[in-house]
Nanobody, 121 residues
Framework: QVQLVESGGGLVQPGGSLRLSCAASGSIFSINTMGWYRQAPGKGRELVATITSGGSTNYADSVKGRFTISRDNAKNTVYLQMNSLKPEDTAVYYC???????????????WGQGTQVTVSS
């Protein structure tokens, strides 16, 4: 069984910063892509950022230059550093891992439980 546990959300003023973390535990052999997605009230879930096992990153245009995704493979953890936050960044943020449980095994995708980020004065 695999679990993804997120932390770091909260309330912050516009222009402020937050750092999200998502750690995976359980039976994991290899993690390919790690990512962050978000869902604002009344909207669909959208990609925020992803990072591959080789360190290649991809960002939504709306967060480029403000957010930074990183990973610690030894800890099976992905981070999202969010700077210059705007009210429109308010959403529930979800981490997503693509991983295999054993060598040669199929790739699986798991989601974290979500953490609320609210940007408001």
């Amino acid at each position: 069984q695999v679990q993804l546990v997120e932390s770091g959300g909260g309330l912050v003023q516009p222009g402020g910063s937050l750092r999200l973390s998502c750690a995976a535990s359980g039976s994991i052999f290899s993690i390919n892509t790690m990512g962050w997605y978000r869902q604002a009230p009344g909207k669909g879930r959208e990609l925020v950022a992803t990072i591959t096992s080789g360190g290649s990153t991809n960002y939504a245009d709306s967060v480029k230059g403000r957010f930074t995704i990183s990973r610690d493979n030894a800890k099976n953890t992905v981070y999202l550093q969010m700077n210059s936050l705007k009210p429109e960044d308010t959403a529930v943020y979800y981490c997503n891992f693509r991983f295999s449980r054993y060598s040669g095994g199929p790739w699986l995708q798991y989601w974290g439980q979500g953490t609320q980020v609210t940007v408001s004065s």
